[in-house]
């Protein structure tokens, strides 16, 4: 594994490998300046796996985000909305602070599984097996 940034550029010299997938969350945009933003920057852990989400956000849906963040600028554009109710599945899984993030799999893009407070993803248990079934039609 290697270290992912979320950035624009990603900055080659401070690649480095690792047991684990990393973010390097608010990297500066300049590698000209890697050796002083590394010292403002904390690691975040990336947990992998497979996740299902419910979302919940009803009116509006939820936007997808290029980095696991709230800010507007950084909504992929043009805009992708997962609406409410719908299903989505997730790989990768972080947590900064008291939010946690989700990468949609397949795509490159975010969501957050809670805004001021309130769940937007809620966790779906999912079974996977094989199952055999009768129908029964007494007409």
């Given at each position: 594994?290697?270290?992912?940034?979320?950035?624009?550029?990603?900055?080659?010299?401070?690649?480095?490998?690792?047991?684990?997938?990393?973010?390097?969350?608010?990297?500066?945009?300049?590698?000209?300046?890697?050796?002083?933003?590394?010292?403002?920057?904390?690691?975040?852990?990336?947990?992998r796996g497979m996740w299902f989400y419910r979302i919940?956000?009803?009116?509006?849906?939820?936007?997808?985000?290029?980095?696991?963040?709230?800010?507007?600028?950084?909504?992929?554009?043009?805009?992708?909305?997962?609406?409410?109710?719908?299903?989505?599945?997730?790989?990768?899984?972080?947590?900064?602070?008291?939010?946690?993030?989700?990468?949609?799999?397949?795509?490159?893009?975010?969501?957050?599984?809670t805004r001021a407070g309130e769940q937007t993803l809620?966790?779906?248990?999912?079974?996977?097996?094989?199952?055999?079934?009768?129908?029964?039609?007494d007409e």
């Amino acid at each position: 594994m290697t270290f992912q940034f979320v950035t624009l550029r990603e900055c080659a010299t401070e690649r480095t490998e690792r047991s684990r997938p990393y973010f390097v969350v608010g990297w500066s945009d300049s590698c000209i300046q890697c050796s002083v933003a590394r010292q403002l920057l904390s690691l975040v852990e990336v947990e992998r796996g497979m996740w299902f989400y419910r979302i919940q956000n009803p009116g509006s849906g939820l936007a997808l985000y290029r980095t696991p963040s709230h800010r507007p600028e950084d909504r992929i554009s043009p805009e992708q909305v997962y609406p409410h109710d719908s299903l989505v599945e997730a790989d990768d899984k972080l947590q900064r602070g008291t939010v946690t993030y989700v990468r949609v799999k397949d795509t490159t893009g975010w969501l957050f599984a809670t805004r001021a407070g309130e769940q937007t993803l809620l966790p779906v248990e999912v079974e996977e097996g094989m199952w055999a079934y009768t129908v029964n039609n007494d007409e």
